[in-house]
C-alpha cells in the first residue's frame, strides 16, 4: 500500500511520501494527484524527507502532475531530496525542471 | 508456513518466488508481479550491508528495480506465470546483475540509453542503466541484460 499523506491548504497542497515511491505506488497516487489538480490544487510541494526510493516510473509520476499544472500555471516542488536522489534527477536533467532542493544539512 | 501471497499464487497455478544465497550472491526466480521486486531489493541490501558494501547500495537497489520490472512489465507483460530471474553476484571489484526474462525481447540499439525530453512521462529505464552501471550489456534478442557496478564500499 502506498504511502502518502496530501495537506491541502487553498490551492496548494503538501504530500509527505513515504520511504519509497515506485511503480507498485503510482495507480494511486496518480488518481489522487488527478483528483487534486481537478479539483484546483495548483501547486503541490512532494516532501521527500522519508524518501529514500524513486524508481523512474515514479518519476514519470512527477514529470506528469508537473506538466498538467503547468498547463495551468502551477507547478510542483520537490523539498527536502536526499543527496543520491537529487543526483538521480540531475542525471536525468530534472533537478531544475521539478523544482528539486536538496534536503538542508543540519 | 504458507502466506497469503504464497497461497494466492498457488491457487493460480504460479509458483512462488525461490531464492537462493550464497556467500558470493544471490539468485531469485520471480513471478511477473511487481510486489516482488521489493523482497528482491529488500534481500540485495541486506547482502549488500552485511558484505559491506552498504554505499553500493542505492544504486544495485535503483538498478534491479529499474530492470525487474521492465522485465516484468514489458517483457513478460505481468504473466505471472512467467519468469524473471535474477542473480546478483559479488566480485573484487564489482557487483554483477543478471536479469532474463522469458518475453520476444525488444530492439535496444534502437532504443538507445540518451537522457529523454524533460517533458517526457517515460523512456528513463535505460538512461538511468547507462548512468549507474558501469557496463550494461543485452543480449543480441533484449530479453537478458548484464550490469556491472563498480562497488564504492
Known amino acids: 500500500m502506498p504511502e502518502f499523506n496530501l495537506v491541502r491548504n487553498g490551492n496548494e497542497a503538501v504530500l509527505k511520501l513515504g520511504e519509497k515511491l515506485t511503480a507498485l505506488d503510482v495507480p494511486e497516487l496518480q488518481a489522487e494527484l488527478k483528483r487534486g489538480i481537478g479539483d484546483g490544487i495548483r501547486e503541490i510541494v512532494f516532501d521527500l524527507s522519508a524518501t529514500t526510493t524513486l524508481d523512474s516510473t515514479a518519476i514519470g509520476l512527477l514529470i506528469a502532475a508537473n506538466n498538467s499544472l503547468a498547463a495551468k500555471q502551477g507547478r510542483i516542488r520537490l523539498v527536502n531530496v536526499s543527496p543520491n536522489l537529487i543526483k538521480l534527477l540531475q542525471s536525468m536533467r530534472l533537478a531544475e525542471r521539478l523544482n528539486a532542493a536538496e534536503v538542508a544539512n543540519g | ?153
Open chain 2, 1 to 153: 508456513m504458507v502466506g497469503v501471497k504464497d497461497a494466492r499464487l498457488a491457487r493460480d497455478g504460479v509458483a512462488p518466488s525461490t531464492y537462493r544465497t550464497t556467500s558470493a550472491g544471490l539468485r531469485a526466480d520471480l513471478p511477473s508481479e511487481l510486489r516482488e521486486v521489493e523482497g528482491l531489493c529488500r534481500k540485495a541490501g541486506l547482502l549488500l550491508e552485511r558484505k559491506g558494501l552498504g554505499e553500493s547500495v542505492f544504486a544495485v537497489d535503483l538498478l534491479l528495480r529499474e530492470f525487474t520490472n521492465n522485465s516484468m512489465i514489458h517483457g513478460n507483460r505481468l504473466a505471472s506465470g512467467k519468469r524473471v530471474r535474477v542473480s546478483l553476484r559479488i566480485l573484487r571489484r564489482w557487483i554483477v546483475v543478471r536479469i532474463a526474462d522469458e518475453g520476444p525481447g525488444f530492439d535496444w540499439r534502437a532504443r538507445g540509453v540518451g537522457v529523454p525530453d524533460e517533458k517526457s512521462t517515460s523512456g528513463r529505464g535505460l538512461p538511468i542503466g547507462a548512468a549507474y552501471a558501469r557496463h550494461l550489456r543485452f543480449n543480441p534478442t533484449g530479453n537478458r541484460v548484464a550490469l556491472w557496478i563498480e562497488t564504492t564500499g
